[in-house]
C-alpha cells in the first residue's frame, strides 16, 4: 500500500494542546524542541493530547489506532472530524485540508467524506430504527425515495432487516449499536471512523460485531479508521495498527510486523502473549518453492523423482499448474504401475488469506504439508507442519521443538526401504519440479 495515489487520508504534524493560549503557543515549540509531555506540562502548565502524528490511510484499508487509557488515541480520531480541533497540524482528505476548513465545509465534509460511530449509540429512543438510521439524510435535505433508497441498504447491511419499524428500547445492546453504524452507513462516507464500538457490549455479542464488521468490510471494502485499547480485537480487524502513548504515535505496523518486530520495549510489552495463528495468513508462511508431479507422469518416473529428491509426498498438478491432489511415496511403492493420477488423492486446501489457526485442522489431520492454491485453484504454495507448529509456539524454548531434519533410512511394515532423509513434509528446501510435462 505505498502508491500515493490510493492514499484516501493524509495526517501531517498534527498537534492537540490543551491549556490557556500563552502556554499552548509555548508548548508547540516544545514539542518541535522534542521535550517530553512531562516537561511540557511542568513547565507550561499545558497538556499535550497529540503529538506531531504523521500518517497515511489507502483507500479500503483497515486502520487501528490503539493504546492504553491516556494515550491519546480517541483524541486523535476525533481531531480528524475536528470535534476536538486541533493546535496545529494538516488533515488531507480528497486535496481538502479538513483542519483549515470554515464551518461550512467542515459541515460538507461530515456529511459526505467522514462519518463516525461512537461507543455510545446516541440513537433517539422515540424514532424508530427506520427513522434513526434516516435522521441525517433528512437534515441534509435528501429526497425522500433517495433516502428511502440508503436507508434500507444500510439496514440491510448491518443485517437489521426487518427491524425497521422497532424502537430502540427494544433492541439489544449489539443491534442498538449496529443501528449507529447503519446511520454512518447510509451517508456512504469516504471515511467511516469508529471510537471503541464494541467495547459497551459484553464479551459474547462483542465477538460476534467483530466478525460481522470483519465480513462487512471485506465485502464493502470500506476504508475504516478504528479506535480501541483491545489487542485482540486490533490484530483481528486490523490491516495496520498505530501504537499510541504519551499522545503520540510510536509504531504503525501490520499486525505480523507489530509482533514480530515490535519498534521498543513498550511496544514488545503491549503486544506480549499475542499469538501469531490470530492474526498471520498463510501467505505468511508458506513456501513457494515445492515439488510438483505431472498427473501424466507414470509411477516409474514418480518413484525415481522420491528417491533422487528424498520425499515422502509431492502435490499433482494439471493444465496451469492446477492442483489436482496429492501423491504418496507409499502408495506408489504399494502399487509400482500405472500413471500418477491412478494413484492421486483429495488434499484439503486453503487460500493465501486463510489465518493460520483455520488451517492448523487440516495440518493435524494429513500427512503432507496444506496446499495454497490462488485463483482458478492454481498451485501457488504450501504451509508445512513443522513450520506451523514452530510458529504457534515462538514462545518456547528452542531445546523444546522437535527438529526432524535428522531421519535415517527405515523399512516400512510393508518391507520397503524408505529413503535415507525422507522427510514427513515436502521439503522446505526443495525447488518446485514438474515430472511428465
Known amino acids: 500500500m505505498d502508491d500515493q495515489r490510493d492514499v484516501i487520508l493524509s495526517v501531517r504534524n498534527l498537534n492537540k494542546i490543551y491549556g490557556d493560549p500563552e502556554a499552548v503557543q509555548e508548548a508547540v515549540k516544545l514539542v518541535n524542541d522534542g521535550v517530553s509531555k512531562e516537561e511540557i506540562r511542568d513547565t507550561t502548565g499545558a497538556v499535550v493530547g497529540v503529538r506531531d502524528a504523521s500518517f497515511d490511510v489507502h483507500r479500503g484499508e483497515f486502520f487501528v489506532i490503539m493504546g492504553l487509557s491516556g494515550s491519546g488515541k480517541s483524541t486523535l480520531a476525533r481531531c480528524l472530524i475536528r470535534l476536538v480541533e486541533p493546535t496545529t497540524g494538516q488533515i488531507i482528505v480528497d486535496d481538502e485540508?479538513?483542519?483549515?476548513?470554515?464551518?461550512?465545509?467542515?459541515?460538507?465534509?461530515?456529511?459526505?467524506?467522514?462519518?463516525?460511530?461512537?461507543?455510545?449509540?446516541?440513537?433517539?429512543?422515540?424514532?424508530?430504527?427506520?427513522?434513526?438510521?434516516?435522521?441525517?439524510?433528512?437534515?441534509?435535505?435528501?429526497?425522500?425515495?433517495?433516502?428511502?433508497?440508503?436507508?434500507?441498504?444500510?439496514?440491510?447491511?448491518?443485517?437489521?432487516?426487518?427491524?425497521?419499524?422497532?424502537?430502540?428500547?427494544?433492541?439489544?445492546?449489539?443491534?442498538?449499536?449496529?443501528v449507529g453504524l447503519a446511520r454512518a452507513l447510509?451517508?456512504?462516507?469516504?471515511?467511516?471512523?469508529?471510537?471503541?464500538?464494541?467495547?459497551?457490549?459484553?464479551?459474547?455479542?462483542?465477538?460476534?460485531?467483530?466478525?460481522?464488521?470483519?465480513?462487512?468490510?471485506?465485502?464493502?471494502?470500506?476504508?475504516t479508521i478504528f479506535v480501541t485499547h483491545d489487542l485482540d480485537e486490533a490484530l483481528k480487524l486490523g490491516d495496520r495498527i498505530a501504537i499510541m502513548r504519551d499522545g503520540e504515535i510510536i509504531q504503525i505496523a501490520t499486525p505480523a510486523e507489530l509482533v514480530t518486530e515490535?519498534?521498543?520495549?513498550?511496544?514488545?510489552?503491549?503486544?506480549?502473549?499475542?499469538?501469531?495463528?490470530?492474526?498471520?495468513?498463510?501467505?505468511?508462511?508458506?513456501?513457494?518453492?515445492?515439488?510438483?508431479?505431472?498427473?501424466?507422469?507414470?509411477?516409474?518416473?514418480?518413484?525415481?523423482?522420491?528417491?533422487?529428491?528424498?520425499?515422502?509426498?509431492?502435490?499433482?498438478?494439471?493444465?496451469?499448474?492446477?492442483?489436482?491432489?496429492?501423491?504418496?511415496?507409499?502408495?506408489?511403492?504399494?502399487?509400482?504401475?500405472?500413471?500418477?493420477?491412478?494413484?492421486?488423492?483429495?488434499?484439503?486446501?486453503?487460500?493465501p488469506g486463510t489465518r493460520l489457526e483455520d488451517i492448523v485442522p487440516m495440518a493435524v489431520q494429513s500427512d503432507h504439508p496444506v496446499p495454497i492454491v490462488g485463483k482458478d485453484n492454481e498451485l501457488v504454495g504450501a504451509v508445512r507442519r513443522l513450520d506451523l507448529l514452530q510458529t504457534l509456539a515462538r514462545d518456547l524454548e528452542e531445546d523444546v521443538i522437535l527438529d526432524d531434519s535428522s531421519s535415517e533410512a527405515s523399512v516400512n511394515g510393508n518391507g520397503h526401504v524408505q529413503p535415507d532423509g525422507v522427510e514427513d513434509e515436502l521439503g522446505a528446501s526443495q525447488t518446485r519440479t514438474a515430472i511428465g510435462d
Open 262 to 351: 515490535p519498534a521498543d520495549d513498550y511496544v514488545e510489552r503491549f503486544v506480549e502473549g499475542a499469538s501469531p495463528a490470530r492474526f498471520m495468513t498463510a501467505d505468511q508462511l508458506m513456501e513457494e518453492d515445492i515439488a510438483t508431479i505431472a498427473a501424466s507422469a507414470s509411477v516409474v518416473e514418480a518413484t525415481e523423482f522420491f528417491n533422487r529428491r528424498n520425499l515422502h509426498s509431492a502435490f499433482v498438478v494439471g493444465d496451469d499448474n492446477r492442483l489436482d491432489g496429492v501423491l504418496s511415496w507409499w502408495a506408489i511403492a504399494k502399487r509400482p504401475d500405472g500413471t500418477v493420477a491412478d494413484h492421486v488423492k483429495p488434499a484439503p486446501s486453503a487460500s
Open 186 to 223: 447510509a451517508h456512504n462516507p469516504r471515511i467511516l471512523l469508529m471510537d471503541e464500538p464494541f467495547s459497551g457490549l459484553d464479551p459474547l455479542i462483542r465477538r460476534d460485531m467483530q466478525d460481522e464488521f470483519a465480513t462487512l468490510r471485506a465485502e464493502e471494502a470500506i476504508t
Open 97 to 178: 485540508d479538513v483542519a483549515a476548513a470554515n464551518k461550512q465545509q467542515l459541515r460538507e465534509v461530515r456529511r459526505t467524506k467522514l462519518a463516525m460511530v461512537f461507543q455510545h449509540y446516541g440513537l433517539l429512543p422515540h424514532k424508530t430504527v427506520y427513522e434513526n438510521v434516516e435522521y441525517g439524510l433528512k437534515t441534509r435535505g435528501i429526497k425522500e425515495a433517495e433516502r428511502r433508497k440508503a436507508v434500507l441498504a444500510a439496514i440491510d447491511q448491518v443485517g437489521l432487516s426487518g427491524w425497521e419499524e422497532s424502537r430502540p428500547g427494544s433492541l439489544s445492546g449489539g443491534m442498538q449499536q449496529r
